[in-house]
C-alpha cells in the first residue's frame, strides 16, 4: 500500500512540474513573439502648438470652467472681459467645452488641428467662438 501512495505523489509532482514548464514555455514564445513591437524610447511626442483661448464681452465676474477634451484646464471667476489662457495642444483632434456656472449649460466646440487665437464671446445664455490663425 505504501508503494502506490508514493507513486500518486510522484505522479502528481511530476504533472505539476510539467504544467510549470509548460506555462512558463508559453509566456517565452508570446514574448519573442511580441519583442519585435516593442520599440525602446517610445515616449509621447510633445506638440508644440499652442491655443490661446480669450474671454470677452460678457464673462467678467462669471464663474466658467473650460475644458480641452476631457481634462479641466481652467475653472475660476473672469476678472475682466479680456481674460487669456494659454494651453498647449496635447492631440491630434481637440473639443473645446466651456460651461458657465450661471446657467449650468455647455456649449461645445470642436477645434482645428492648427494653433491659434480662440476668441469667446457671451451673448445672452450663449457662448460662440471665434478662430483666428496666428
Not at 466646440?109 to 445672452?124: D, H, V, W, Y
Amino acid at each position: 500500500m505504501r508503494k502506490r501512495a508514493q507513486n500518486s505523489n510522484k505522479q502528481f509532482l511530476i504533472g505539476t512540474a510539467a504544467m510549470a514548464f509548460a506555462v512558463m514555455a508559453v509566456v517565452i514564445i508570446f514574448i519573442n513573439l511580441c519583442l519585435p513591437y516593442i520599440k525602446p524610447g517610445m515616449e509621447k511626442k510633445q506638440i508644440a502648438d499652442l491655443y490661446q483661448i480669450e474671454f470677452s464681452k460678457g464673462f467678467a465676474g462669471d464663474s466658467a470652467m473650460v475644458y480641452l477634451n476631457d481634462s479641466l484646464v481652467w475653472c475660476d471667476l473672469v476678472p475682466a472681459d479680456t481674460t487669456i489662457l494659454r494651453i498647449h495642444r496635447f492631440a491630434d483632434e481637440n473639443t473645446l467645452m466651456v460651461s458657465r456656472s450661471a446657467n449650468d449649460a455647455v456649449s461645445i466646440f470642436n477645434i482645428t488641428q492648427k494653433a491659434g487665437r480662440l476668441i469667446l464671446r457671451k451673448n445672452k445664455d450663449m457662448v460662440s467662438m471665434t478662430t483666428l490663425d496666428w
